[in-house]
């Protein structure tokens, strides 16, 4: 289990720095959503991978995992769909101005 | 009242940023007026914290009253309270220049220059590491408004290349963070060092790896070589009051790194050497960058911006040999030099419409600092680097000087249409508070160095920070991860 959660996890980490690497700003904007979505199931799992545990911290129960990782992938969810947002409003507003999607459009040759 | 102290930086800039933000649709006065009643109250809150921190007392806020390492906890200690003491000057003199003209480009200049504040004065006096993640996007956030205010194609371009790297730089830290806590257990940055102390050694070569993450998320953040070839665009497509401002952010990089080689990774043997092998070239890369790009500038703006990066490598030097003379010196100079290189900004502004006079350089910090280093192992290499950047900074400053003020049709300046006299006196009155406040840490150095060395010495003590947030370490009981 723990094998294939890391080969995911480091493949869409990698499709993310490839797509971020790419000269088109939609590109990019896909691949740091990639990679987002990579580091937020790493923090996840930074809990351990354990089924069927309820998330608590209850002295003396066994069978728990840990919560917190739960409560810090959240905050980190929504922080970068704010900030994913506002680059696609601001590749927009570039687009809108320079004609082109190019990352390097407008800049002085 | 008092007790709330060390919650009210971040209030104050929150609350004026929500009722500016509900008065959108009001005069430039009013949102000036409401900008600068908040100033005044964070001003007073800046004040008061380093007056309670100053008799080297800890104050702990317990957000939500859950107890540390387990909640998340607001520390005031004399750095914090620097700190945001610093922002608050810099953000004053901001404030009346950008009223000269530049905030009404965009209806959210104030609001944004509020949450800016937020975010900063929450980042430094954040106790938490991943609070402290929360506070750098919020801070984040804002510049992103700030700096692609006033519209443009190059200032959106700009911003496409600062928000991309930062939300590199946000996944990096996330993964440093989530690694970290998995590991260690704790993000709280007083059990943080007591958690290292007790790895296992099968675990130990992880955590540095991710400790050292965590500190290159911070070098980019404070700009420093090879992540930091992002700062001189970025900081001379904004707008000048912003790029005053910006100044004081490289700053929260180094902070942050401060925080975590004083508090975490000097705790434990492993980690303490961590970083010393690399600091040092990173910072003298960083400081001849500077020097190069100091050089080869153009504008005014873009001669800042370089020494924006000289300064950033000078103040790193100090996290390479973390003893206490040479943090406080650095504190001394991270002081001065925010304060000129923001004056010099918004110069670079007021040259744009008059004429007036240049400020004095960061020379009594880098003189402290040269002292505080001479233990170093590297001594000849810093104190040649420090030389030839005061010395190279004081060439191209008093080349510009006669070149923008002296020569009218000199080459590589393009020949300007007589622009009209535009009174700003917001300006003016932004450049006299920077000039009295650098001369005031210039000529009346005594008071700034006693509490910079105070700071420094409750920085590396360890001793009263760590009990004063999570109380009897031995009380924490500590699962162990399987």
């Known amino acids: 289990m723990e094998a294939l ?26 691949g740091l959503t990639l990679l987002s979505y990579a580091v937020n199931a790493l923090i996840f799992f930074g809990a351990r991978l354990k089924s069927g545990a309820p998330p608590l911290s209850i002295p003396g129960l066994a069978d728990q995992t840990d919560p917190l990782p739960q409560a810090l992938v959240l905050t980190a969810i929504v922080i970068g769909f704010g900030m994913t947002a506002y680059l696609m409003a601001l590749a927009l507003k570039g687009k809108a101005e320079s004609g082109t999607d190019h990352v390097d459009a407008g800049e002085r040759k | ?126 106790g938490d590491l991943f609070n402290l993640f929360v506070f750098f996007e919020i801070l984040l956030l804002a510049s992103y408004g700030l700096l692609t205010h006033g519209g443009g194609l190059r200032r959106a371009r700009a911003g496409i290349t600062y928000v991309v790297l930062n939300l590199s730089g946000s996944a990096l830290f996330l993964i440093a963070l989530g690694l970290l806590y998995g590991l260690l257990g704790t993000l709280n940055m007083a059990d943080f060092g007591l958690a290292l102390q007790k790895v296992a050694p099968a675990d130990q070569a992880a955590v540095a790896v991710m400790c050292g993450l965590l500190v290159s998320v911070f070098l980019l953040k404070a700009a420093v070589l090879p992540l930091g070839f992002w700062l001189p665009n970025v900081y001379t497509s904004a707008t000048l009051p912003v790029a005053a401002l910006f100044v004081i952010m490289t700053k929260v990089g180094i902070y942050a790194i401060y925080r975590i080689v004083t508090i975490g990774l000097s705790a434990a ?130 080349r510009v000087a006669s070149v923008f003020f002296w020569e009218p049709g000199a080459p590589g300046v393009p020949e300007k249409p007589e ?64």
């Open chain 2, 269 to 398: 043997p492993f980690t303490a050497g961590l970083l010393q092998p690399w600091l040092t070239w990173l910072a003298l890369g960083t400081i001849g960058l500077g020097c190069l790009g100091m050089l080869a500038a153009t504008s005014l703006g873009f001669v800042v911006a370089n020494l924006v990066l000289i300064s950033g490598g000078t103040l790193l030097l100090a996290a390479a040999e973390p003893s206490a003379t040479a943090i406080s010196a650095a504190l001394y100079y991270m002081v001065q030099t925010s304060l000129v290189t923001g004056a010099l900004f918004l110069f670079a502004d007021a040259a744009g419409r008059q004429r007036g006079d240049a400020p004095l350089s960061g020379f009594i910090g880098k003189i402290m600092m040269m002292q505080a280093l001479r233990e170093s192992p590297h001594w000849v290499l810093v104190w040649t680097a420090l030389i030839v950047s005061g010395f190279v900074a004081a060439l191209v400053l008093a």
């Open chain 2, 1 to 126: 009242m008092m007790a709330h102290l060390p919650v009210f930086p971040v209030l104050i800039p929150l609350l004026a940023a929500i009722v500016l933000l509900l008065a959108t649709n009001a005069g430039t006065g009013t949102k000036q007026a409401i900008s600068a009643v908040a100033l005044g109250f964070l001003v007073s809150a800046a004040g008061a914290q380093i007056i309670a921190a100053g008799d080297g007392s800890i104050h702990v806020y317990r957000l939500g009253d859950w107890p540390a390492p387990y909640g998340i906890v607001l520390v005031l200690d004399r750095l914090s309270a620097l700190m945001v003491a610093l922002t608050a000057a810099l953000a004053v003199p901001v404030f009346f220049a950008a009223t000269s003209g530049t905030d009404t480009r965009g209806p959210h200049f104030h609001a944004f220059l509020q949450f800016q504040l937020m975010g900063l004065n929450g980042a430094f006096l954040t």
């Open chain 1, 5 to 30: 959660v890391s080969i995911a996890l480091g493949v869409l980490a990698a499709s993310g720095v490839y797509l971020i690497l790419r000269p088109t700003t939609f590109s990019v904007v896909l």
């Open chain 2, 419 to 482: 622009v009209p006299y535009e009174p700003a006196p917001g300006l003016s009155l932004a450049l006299v508070l920077m000039t009295i406040a650098i001369l005031a840490v210039s000529f009346l150095p005594a008071h700034f160095v006693s509490y910079s060395s105070a700071a420094a010495e409750q920085m590396i003590a360890r001793d009263a920070y760590v009990p004063a947030v999570i109380g009897d370490p031995a009380a924490i009981e500590r699962e162990r991860r399987p």
